[in-house]
């Protein structure tokens, strides 16, 4: 598996896949725009990741800047927010037929390495309570604490509609 930064350089090579896979993992409601896809991997001080295996999208793993997400809830009651100093970590996904093998765990601690070294002090992030279960435990694993519990934000019939948004305060490199 090939670990490589996704951004405006590839976004053009990769965009296809991209949505593709947006649409087909996440449930309707945690979907992205495809404009939305593009800012945070074409922000400047985003730090987004793609696992890519002989020219086929394995996964992919996004982040940007806390102050793009102000219409976001979670972010939107940050106080952290305005401070140019958080990453938050949008979406994370590994296609089906590539999971369990350690490509969830790569792409967070190359996201929070990279972020510790581009001077972010924290990463941020929102896991829904059921759906998001496995990435909520892997993010505990790696410091995570939950700042605040967030209900009825989905609404979409699927219960829990509860999601967890937190924290991972790095320390400086
Ligand atoms: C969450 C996700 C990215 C994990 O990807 P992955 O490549 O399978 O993850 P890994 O193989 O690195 O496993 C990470 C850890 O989660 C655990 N795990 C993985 N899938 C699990 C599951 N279904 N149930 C319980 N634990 C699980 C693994 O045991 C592993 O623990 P360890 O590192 O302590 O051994 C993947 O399941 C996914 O794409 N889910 C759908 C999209 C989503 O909900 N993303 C998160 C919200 S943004």
Redesign the pocket.
């Known amino acids: 598996m090939r670990y490589q930064r996704l951004g405006t350089r590839n976004w053009t090579q990769w965009r296809e896949a991209v949505l593709l896979l947006e649409a087909q993992?996440?449930e309707p409601s945690r979907q992205d725009t495809p404009e939305t896809l593009e800012r945070i991997i074409c922000d400047e001080r985003g730090i987004s990741l793609a696992a890519v295996e002989g020219g086929r999208l394995a996964?992919f793993c996004l982040g940007a800047p806390l102050e793009n997400f102000a219409d976001v809830r979670g972010p939107a009651e940050d106080p952290v927010r305005g401070s140019n100093s958080a990453l938050y970590a949008a979406?994370?996904?590994?296609d089906a037929h590539?999971?369990?093998?350690?490509?969830?765990?790569?792409f967070k601690v190359r996201q929070i390495e990279a972020a510790r070294s581009e001077g972010f002090k924290s990463v941020c992030?929102r896991?829904?309570v059921g759906?998001?279960?496995?990435?909520w435990?892997?993010n505990a694993?790696l410091g995570a604490r939950a700042v605040h519990i967030i209900e009825k934000d989905y609404q979409d019939g699927i219960e829990p509609d509860i999601c967890i948004y937190y924290h991972i305060a790095l320390s400086a490199p």
Not at 131 to 135: N, Y
Request: glycine share 18%; net charge positive.
């Open positions: 993992i996440y996964g979406d994370t996904l590994v590539y999971r369990g093998q350690g490509i969830g765990r790569e992030g896991n829904r759906l998001a279960q496995a990435m435990r892997l694993s």
